[in-house]
């Protein structure tokens, strides 16, 4: 199983999704959309598509837009062949955006338009926090046995909005697969800093009707390691069993790529 993880224009995370793969079990590379787009038929060679986080095109034009735009006019048939094999595309942050702007998620009605929009977060800056979810869709491998998950997020443009009418089908067809909640593991009901954004319906994620196309705004390649949690020096003082703390090694969002792995497994 390999994984072909996007870089170009701004995209700043493709390093840091690549070693989440391979700490998972699944090898793969680091390819430049230009590259990509110069040989379409690299895709074939892959399993598993990533569109990582960053600022593509410095969020000019808007989030996500014009790395969206760029795809649309010279990979998109490519990319909609690859989703209706038995593959999987991640997009990440700003991977996220660019799905959505794609139409590639949800695509209640085909890969015709976007169906729903990413805008700037209700508190208007940068967000940068860890925030708690709650697992809502297991559709495809992605959260396979993950009621729950501890990551962080860094966006300005997270707001996930909609029609109701949209919303309705996205709750009705349950791709919503992640919401934001709150320390009570209650939903945040829009309550920031729990909902970072101020996002509808507190979603943080959403996925295709297959369930092999996932979106999602906070970042899983971010919470891989124990170490990497902001309270991990409080957990090593805290536990009692030194013994079992030993092998916790690993932070939420490694559960993901491991459900990744055993899918192709």
């Known amino acids: 199983m390999r994984a072909l993880v996007l ?63 760029k795809i649309k006019n010279n990979l998109f ?33 085909g890969y015709k338009k976007r169906e729903v929009a990413l805008v700037e977060n209700d508190v208007p800056t940068y967000q940068c926090r860890w925030i708690k979810l709650k697992v809502t869709n297991k559709r495809g491998p992605w959260f396979k046995k993950i009621n729950y998950l501890y990551l962080p997020v860094a966006h300005q443009e997270g707001k996930f909005v909609a029609d109701k ?8 067809k349950k791709l919503i697969a992640c919401k934001y909640i709150n320390q009570a593991g209650l939903l945040a009901k829009k309550k920031f800093p729990y909902n970072p954004n101020g996002s509808m319906e507190d979603i943080a994620a959403i996925t295709n009707s297959k ?46 790529f491991k459900n990744v792995h055993n899918y192709f497994k």
């Open 77 to 109: 048939e490519y990319i909609v062949n690859f989703i209706e094999r038995d593959k999987l595309v991640l997009g990440i942050c700003n991977g996220c955006q660019i799905l959505i702007n794609l139409g590639i998620v949800p695509a209640l009605e």
């Open 211 to 256: 369930g092999n196309v996932l979106a999602m705004m906070p970042h899983p390649e971010r919470a891989l390691y124990l170490t990497q949690k902001p309270n991990w020096i409080d957990r090593r003082v805290k536990t009692i069993n030194k013994s079992q703390h030993k092998n916790e090694l690993y932070a939420d969002g490694y559960k993901i």
């Open 165 to 172: 009418t949209i919303i309705d089908k996205l709750n009705k």
């Open 7 to 69: 870089s170009g224009y701004g995209i700043n995370c493709e390093e840091e999704t690549l070693n989440a793969f391979k700490t998972a079990g699944i090898s793969g590379a680091i390819i430049h959309v230009n590259d990509l787009i110069e040989n379409p038929k690299k895709l074939k060679n892959f399993q598993i598509l990533a569109l990582p986080g960053g600022f593509s095109y410095g969020d000019h034009t808007g989030s996500g837009n014009a790395m969206a735009h």
